[in-house]
């Protein structure tokens, strides 16, 4: 019953083989850049990053108030205040040079000031009253170190404070900032060659011809290579021929790009070339995979550079983008740990998934209820309603409606 | 009691009145740009955007496979197969011009291919068998319709496809390029001035004179009003004089900013002038949150400009930025609904707050394991490690360990 120019897939891998034969092929990438911190948001550290200085650089004063030595407030109270003669004022940025607390003195101090000789402790601006320019009136005691950030006490000069591989965000550029650093190593960005193929793609904002789509794959590609911090480059569509495909990937695949992003041609028909053509130019690793959507995914090395070519549809396409290709560029962008956003829900419908195939679920999570929203693999609508997705592994037919179900955020 | 120069909060307000001010006084900018489908990712949306074209744009096979006459398979299995005239071949890309299908022959198609007029349904390239390039045994019986994909089964064209507000991510991307959309016109990214004041900050890379230390709100607010969709403009710092403050702010806000973020000086302290400042050239619509931390965060109207001062420092600065800050860049950005990401776990620390504070505790999520990371507002290093906040509303002074709550994420 084999039909002459069909060619079925012989062997799918499961999901799990596929992201741990392309995690086998794929390393970081070894090229760095240097940005400044104010253009660093989202990119990978290179290098282990340590502290360049102490935080705080020096002793200070966590508040507004009077530093004093804290034996001198033994036994006052609100009942019982103690003066105090006011010796100096510090404010926050002056050098507490010359100026030495002894005794029942004090020296008025700002918040972030530097805390003066021989003080141990502040006492708040709301827990004293100033009687004139030279006395104030001191109502609580206080501990040793109370309101006092000593030296270091964050992080000492030398201490990592982020991993090669992490990714730096507002947080971490706020600490990378306060240490003293004003530019930071970090991975360059991947380069993503993103090959729009097939016959039947036109270029939006042109006339559509009749039989004709306009292309869709690679503007998802384009934009999702970009939120996950490579950069994309997108070629010409090229039509569906052996010869075309072999002599652009061959082309391609010698120059400098980190990857190669196919965006159809995976499939089992005629004109698909995807597999014949990678088998002659390199290295086929796996051809089909065992996932609904998803089994027209191929994986190749060619030239010594990975070559993924996507699903046709839009709707698989997307799919396979967020769940392998995402992960993927990840990797290559030198992130230490990806994981998607995971959240919980109670799914509303039941959903049913053949045995032998791991399927991704588009769902729509809003709160906590989880919809299923995928149809057809050709409804492109689908993916602009949906922001996620629920695995259903082999093995698995049905997850029933009212179940509580792990959802993973795409584009995350 | 009272301290001369200490000009204690009268009125704190609550978070949700913070919110509600700064949301009746702060509306979407009006301005707007065309930008490419291709480098419109996280852009929002200026206008609702329809469909331009029927979607699919023509009937098609959603296989590879041969169109026929579904009547004609009626009462066909493996065990009875049924032999079709194949008349023609249509690829995807092709006009399906001067090709009639009509009883017991078909058209072998591809998967996207036109429908062939005459035909209503397509058998599946494994449920068929070649033999020869003329004929063609069918195994199955079709209804209607099978692997049809109708012209506008998805959408048809002027449907609303997505709202004024929504964000483009990859997923609705795709969805326009189908749709014919080459460009598209979003909102543009409304410009922060971020004005870093103190005396004491110095900038990161030079070298740190003695009570000194480096500026990081500023570099903290410029990486999460860029991840807001926004422009960030930093100017030089500024040190704290009432009169310096008041210049440049009545400058800046008569430029085209749309919204002006000083980085600290609203705190009770002698020199923290930015309630006067904004009293004096504007309307201050609160002066002090009753949350923690937060509490020295104003804001005020200053030429029909919003003028943000965040607590200086860069733990609250972090925390308010994302709470406060956030939501209202969003909103100036045009976006329709901003929600952070929620995610839920098990607190692995007892947490406390003063019953009278709304307190925002931040943490680290990592599964489901929530642990409280915020020891004291001055250990910058917290921001680099919580990836996000547990609330505590007023009324509740702890929660204790063991109990599920709700994380919101930072910087989404």
Do not use: W
């Not at 019953?1 to 970081?28: N, Q």
């Not at 200070?60 to 019982?80: F, H, K, Q, W």
């Not at 939120?227 to 495909?245: E, H, N, T």
């Amino acid at each position: 019953m084999a039909h002459k120019e069909f060619r079925p897939f012989d062997e799918l891998v499961t999901y799990e083989v596929a992201l741990s034969v392309l995690f086998d092929c794929i390393k970081p990438i070894d090229r760095f850049e240097i940005v400044s911190i104010d253009k660093a948001v989202d990119r990978v550290l290179f290098e282990d990053a340590c502290a360049k200085i102490d935080m705080p650089p020096f002793t200070r004063s966590a508040m507004d108030g009077y530093a004093l030595i804290s034996a001198d407030t033994i036994g006052v109270s609100p009942e019982n205040p103690k003066k105090f003669k006011v010796i100096g004022r510090l404010n926050a940025g002056e050098a507490a040079t010359d100026i030495l607390v002894s005794n029942n003195t004090c020296v008025e101090v700002a918040t972030g000031a530097e805390l003066p000789s021989g003080a141990d402790a502040v006492v708040r601006i709301e827990d004293t009253s100033q009687i004139n320019d030279e006395e104030v009136l001191i109502f609580v005691q206080v501990k040793p170190m109370t309101n006092v950030s000593l030296r270091g006490y964050d992080k000492h000069r030398g201490d990592l404070l982020f991993s090669s591989g992490e990714v730096l965000n507002a947080g971490k550029i706020g600490v990378l900032a306060a240490s003293g650093y004003d530019k930071v190593k970090v991975y360059e960005r991947p380069k993503v060659a993103i090959l729009p193929t097939g016959d039947e793609i036109i270029e939006p904002g042109r006339e559509l011809t009749r039989g004709s789509i306009y292309d869709s794959n690679s503007y998802i590609l384009l934009a999702l290579v970009a939120k996950a911090g490579c950069q994309p480059i997108r070629f010409p569509p090229v039509k569906d021929s052996f010869q075309a495909l072999c002599s652009l990937i061959n082309k391609v695949s010698t120059e400098d790009y980190d990857i190669i992003v196919m965006t159809a041609g995976g499939s089992v028909g005629k004109r698909d070339f995807a597999a014949d053509v990678l088998s002659k130019l390199g290295e086929l690793k796996f051809r089909g995979m065992r996932t609904r959507p998803g089994m027209p995914t191929l994986f190749a090395m060619v030239n010594g550079k990975p070559v993924v070519s996507m699903p046709g549809h839009p709707v698989s396409c997307y799919v396979v983008a967020n769940v392998l290709l995402f992960p993927v560029l990840r990797r290559l962008s030198g992130v230490l740990k990806y994981e998607p956003i995971c959240k919980r829900g109670i799914l509303k419908k039941d959903v049913e998934s053949p045995k032998d195939f791991h399927a991704f679920i588009a769902v729509s999570l809003h709160g906590k209820e989880v919809t299923p929203v995928f149809r057809y693999s050709d409804m492109i609508s689908t993916i602009g309603v949906a922001n996620g997705y629920v695995e259903v592994p082999i093995g698995i037919e049905k997850i029933e409606a009212g179940l509580e179900v792990e959802v993973k955020l795409f584009e995350f």
